[in-house]
């Protein structure tokens, strides 16, 4: 029954000849989050894509709170594929790092796994998570979402070295901030490209140590 409901989403033919298209969205909520209970299985295996909320992204206000890791979709985007796998894999390295220091400190952790986990914080603090208090980074061209994933795709590569942890932190702290401002801007704007001139002289400051 969940599958025939999902399969009248489509291009359709109307009466008058023209076609057009139909897009199914549907709402699953699972009691206790539990995505493994067999309503919410039966939809994931008929969807094409899948926006999995999370409570904890929300308690900690980031907004929109859907969990890049736990979301996928099918279909093709309009960023490699390759790039995005390899910036999850970041935002997963970053996770095991954190659920590491959760346990041995971050005094136990190298400064390397540091420098993943703070990689990771970047890319979830200034390519996944949106001001809609902000008229321009409530939402995103696909030209400029595309444009801003290949420079922070950049940055993520870019090998950093850094002479302590505080260093690391204070320089990703500023690097964040700077790059929200740099989404607040009207895209390829003069303020725009002077923000992202400053970004990057900045990353090539602590990549020449590298």
């Known amino acids: 029954m969940i599958a025939a409901f999902y ?3 489509g291009v359709v033919r109307l009466k008058d000849g023209s076609t057009g298209s139909v897009t199914i969205c549907g709402s699953v909520s699972p009691a206790g989050g539990n995505f493994e209970e067999p309503v919410t299985q039966a939809t994931l295996k008929v969807v094409g894509a899948f926006l999995g909320l999370s409570r904890e992204r929300s308690d900690q206000r980031r907004f929109p709170a859907i969990h ?4 996928w ?3 093709e985007g309009i960023i490699d594929s390759k790039k995005v796998a390899e910036a999850r894999h970041i935002l ?11 346990v041995v400190g971050e005094e136990g952790t190298s400064i390397d796994d540091f420098v993943i986990y703070l990689k990771s914080e970047y890319l979830d603090a200034v390519y996944l998570q949106q001001d809609a208090y902000n008229e ?7 030209e400029r979402q595309k444009y801003v994933f290949d420079k922070v795709y950049t940055i993520l590569k ?10 690391a932190r204070t320089f990703f702290l500023k690097l964040t901030q700077s790059t929200k401002d740099w989404n607040r801007v009207k895209f ?3 303020e725009f490209k002077d923000l992202e001139q400053s970004i990057f002289a900045s990353v090539k400051e602590v990549s020449a140590n590298a």
Do not use: H, W
């Open 158 to 167: 870019t090998p950093m070295k850094f002479s302590e942890k505080d260093v």
């Open 188 to 190: 390829d704007s003069q």
């Open 73 to 75: 979709s099918k279909y």
């Open 136 to 142: 321009i980074d409530a939402a995103c061209s696909a």
């Open 92 to 102: 997963a390295n970053g996770v095991d790092v954190n659920n590491m220091m959760k």
């Open 68 to 71: 890049p890791l736990d979301s």
């Open 7 to 9: 399969e009248r989403g």
